[in-house]
């Protein structure tokens, strides 16, 4: 079975100049394979609203490609993005990392674990581009193509879940990141109102 790193090294490979949102346990994994300014760290109080935060980027930035990685148990407790974000045409690129687990916060299992279909949520929500890989090479195969393209896409990345993972810290403060997210975005153009 896939590992969370290995989901994340495939997308590091993948990604062209797409804003990256890292939600959760992918905190702690994707700064060891990048750190550019276009990566956005979000470790809110409340799970589940790392896919509102890309929907607000795609928004702002019209046509600039946001990948946002968000795990089953985030992803469970706001469900309703799903169906926000399909009615909009926008570069937003979800990747969903179902490891069954609430890894970072005890190891407790994600209720349903292993029967919830989540590409028949994201179908049913209304979007359009929506792949599943439960394996390596399944996610290397369709990287290309789902990485790419009109949006948004959903992705369901089956992966392997780890007991005893501490809650991550972002690797740069906050404030810092927003400043090198804005300022990174600025180069390219004035943001929409």
């Not at 979000?42 to 019209?62: F, I, K």
């Amino acid at each position: 079975m896939m590992t969370h790193r290995d989901a994340l090294e495939v997308l590091a490979a993948h990604r062209r100049d797409q804003i990256v949102v890292t939600t959760m346990g992918s905190v702690a994994l994707w700064p060891q394979l990048s750190d550019s300014p276009l990566d956005f760290h979000y470790l809110p109080s409340s799970m589940g609203q790392g896919v509102p935060v890309g929907l607000g980027l795609c928004l702002a930035r019209p046509g600039h490609g946001v990948v946002v990685l968000t795990g089953d148990g985030g992803l469970l407790m706001n469900l309703g993005c799903l169906v926000t974000v399909a009615q909009f045409q926008v570069p937003l690129y979800i990747l969903l990392i179902d490891n069954g687990l609430y890894e970072v916060t005890g190891g407790q299992a994600v209720a349903n674990a292993g029967r919830t279909n989540f590409a028949a949520i994201a179908r049913g929500a209304g979007i359009g581009r929506v792949y599943e890989c439960a394996s390596r090479s399944e996610w290397e195969a369709a990287a290309g193509e789902s990485l790419s393209g009109a949006g948004p896409v959903f992705v369901w990345l089956k992966v392997a879940g780890e007991l005893g993972k501490a809650t991550p810290s972002a690797p740069h403060p906050m404030a810092e990141q927003i400043e090198r997210l804005r300022a990174a975005l600025l180069r390219c153009g004035p943001v929409t109102p």
